[in-house]
């Protein structure tokens, strides 16, 4: 092949992220380590950093750290959802307890990782949601139900359209993380299967985070709040040591 021919041919683009971490051994680090996995990094100290350069060039992927001095984390994610932007989110946080954690999906995160993280943890993170992104786990062929001749999956009285990642219990829309949507999705594609934990994360994430994980036991929480309502018939339940089921009881 000719030198000409060689360089005609376009390269795939490189994914990129905005970090944002005020912590500089960790920004460093994880730019550093983001970089040669192939990632194109923007790394920015703050949270009115993170906004600008969001402003300023749209990544394919924000990384948040959830603790920064002026405008945090959890700001940052609300101002860009508010301005209707759904480019996917990581949060980074020190903070363990459940309610902490779904501070960060209240916001609008899509994801998270608890510090101190192992940085193939986050690389796993962050494939899943750009695969998301892609739309891939919607034409995955998830499950035993076949989508309508107008696209959408049903179970229950639950209604989920996958292209415009809309879904509703009733009449009632519901309001999802990109997460949770993927999640719900995945269960009512399966309705009436016990799903264990390894799959759902392996379709989810992408990868298992084992057994010691509450990540999964999270999602499913939150995910609960926003489908059943006080009085409303329960539809995810739990299968003690095995993992979760959408179905009416």
């Known amino acids: 092949m000719s030198p000409t021919a060689a360089s005609a041919t376009p390269r ?3 994914p990129t992220v905005l970090l944002a971490e005020d912590d500089r051994a960790i920004r460093h680090a994880l730019e550093r380590a983001l970089t040669l996995e192939g990632y194109e990094v923007t790394a920015v100290a703050d949270g009115v950093e993170a906004i600008a350069q969001a402003h300023r060039s749209a990544p394919d992927i924000l990384v948040l750290d959830v603790m920064m001095p002026g405008i945090d984390g959890l700001q940052v994610c609300r101002v860009l ?3 209707g932007d759904r480019t996917p989110i990581l949060m980074l946080t020190a903070l363990v307890e459940t309610p902490d954690r779904i501070a960060g ?3 609008g995160a ?3 990782v608890v510090k101190p993280f192992d940085v193939d943890e986050v690389f796993a993170r962050l494939r899943a ?3 998301r992104t892609d739309g891939a786990s919607s034409d995955e062929g ?4 076949p989508e309508a001749s107008d696209g959408q999956v049903t179970a ?3 209604r989920m359209d996958p292209q415009a990642r809309r879904a509703w219990r009733g009449e009632r829309e519901l309001e999802l993380t990109r997460t949770e949507f993927d999640l719900l999705e995945l269960l009512v594609r399966n309705a009436g299967i016990v799903l264990d934990h390894a799959t759902i994360y392996d379709r989810i994430w992408g990868y298992d985070f084992g057994p010691g994980s509450k990540n ?3 999602y499913v929480g939150y995910l609960r709040r926003k489908v059943d309502e006080p009085g409303a018939t329960s539809l995810i339940h739990t299968v003690r040591g095995v993992g979760y089921v959408l179905r009416e009881d």
């Open 110 to 112: 899509d994801d998270y």
């Open 142 to 145: 998830n499950g035993a139900l």
């Open 129 to 131: 949601l750009l695969r």
């Open 12 to 14: 795939p683009a490189s």
């Open 105 to 107: 999906l209240d916001a």
């Open 81 to 83: 959802r508010a301005e």
């Open 216 to 218: 999964l036991a999270v």
């Open 156 to 158: 229950a009285d639950l």
